[in-house]
């Protein structure tokens, strides 16, 4: 299985969209010591998840989540 999941900060509201197989550890990732975007932002708690059989389709939907009408889809339909 792969989760196209939103994280959203407890720290400043902000959103994170990815694609992972492993929704526990990657949340764990964000929420940890790592170097990147989300470390500045943490701690995150897990706002939406789906789940897809299909890797491809999974990252297609991650891709339009982060595209201006999938922002606009999240915010009416998903959080």
């Known amino acids: 299985m792969y989760y196209v999941y939103?994280?959203?900060?407890q720290k400043d509201a902000s959103r994170y969209i990815g694609v992972t197989s492993?929704?526990?550890?990657?949340?764990?990732?964000?929420n940890s010591d790592h170097p990147g975007y989300s470390n500045?932002?943490?701690?995150?708690?897990?706002?939406?998840?789906?789940?897809f059989v299909n890797k491809e389709k999974a990252y297609a939907f991650e891709t339009y989540l982060k595209?201006?009408?999938?922002?606009?889809?999240?915010?009416?339909r998903l959080v």
């Not at 939103?6 to 900060?9: K, N, Q, T, V």
């Not at 526990?24 to 964000?30: A, C, D, F, S, V």
């Not at 500045?40 to 789940?51: F, H, K, L, V």
């Open 22 to 30: 492993d929704l526990r550890k990657r949340l764990r990732e964000h």
């Open 67 to 76: 595209s201006s009408s999938g922002y606009a889809f999240t915010k009416k």
């Open 40 to 51: 500045t932002r943490r701690p995150y708690e897990i706002s939406w998840y789906a789940a």
């Open 6 to 9: 939103i994280l959203e900060s």
